[in-house]
T-cell receptor
């Protein structure tokens, strides 16, 4: 089975622009979570979606938003990009809401100039 | 909120030696502790996990131990091989109100296995 797939793999944007990142979970997984990983640090939780509903939100500004589609894929949107948004954005899927291991994709490397 | 500390930040061992990475957590309500391996240019890969009702778990050359009283858990890799070289992250999940899969990660350990 395919793992978690993310697109695009790399992206360069300018300050003030908006970006949309996409994620397809492992087949059979109903939950998608998004994490931000700044160079040299561990991933930080942004959102979790389960059955198309937001079930958790980390300490990120309202410029970050996400949604989950009926096929369980997900998009992460970031508006009004700042230089500090440059990071690796990771998507993880799990079978259930809270007692299932998280499996990560290879991420989207976002560079804001 | 939960905080996870990880040590050491870098670890260099000779091939065949053992490697130990240690993590401490702050929230006694944490109940799930996974370990991830991240290679350059890739996402974190789950290598082993342990739940709070278990003290130790092994999978071939990898083992994890959990001490709930002291609130720390450790990753043990025996007979290290060059392909074990990567960044390793520990994480903790808090079993609080509002069930989620939110993980709090440590800051990572860069393991280098010298041939």
């Amino acid at each position: 089975d395919a793992g978690v797939t993310q697109s695009p793999t790399h992206l360069i944007k300018t300050r003030g622009q908006q970006v949309t990142l996409r994620c397809s979970p492992i087949s059979g997984h109903k939950s998608v979570s998004w994490y931000q990983q700044v160079l040299g640090q561990g991933p930080q939780f942004i959102f979790q979606y389960y059955e198309k509903e937001e079930r958790g939100r980390g300490n990120f500004p309202d410029r970050f938003s996400a949604r989950q589609f009926p096929n369980y894929s997900s998009e992460l949107n970031v508006n009004a990009l700042l230089l500090g948004d440059s990071a690796l954005y990771l998507c993880a899927s799990s079978r259930g809401l809270s007692n299932s291991p998280l499996h990560f994709g290879n991420g989207t490397r976002l560079t804001v100039t | 909120g939960e905080n996870v500390e990880q040590h050491p930040s870098t670890l260099s061992v000779q091939e065949g030696d053992s490697a130990v990475i240690k993590c401490t957590y702050s929230d006694s309500a944490s109940n799930y502790f996974p370990w991830y391996k991240q290679e350059l240019g890739k996402g974190p890969q789950l290598i082993i996990d342990i739940r709070s009702n278990v003290g130790e778990k092994k999978d071939q050359r990898i083992a994890v131990t959990l001490n709930k009283t002291a609130k720390h858990f450790s990753l043990h890799i025996t007979e290290t091989q060059p392909e074990d070289s990567a960044v390793y992250f520990c994480a903790a999940k808090v079993d609080g109100g509002g069930a989620t899969n939110k993980l709090i990660f440590g800051t990572g350990t860069l393991l280098a296995v010298q041939p």
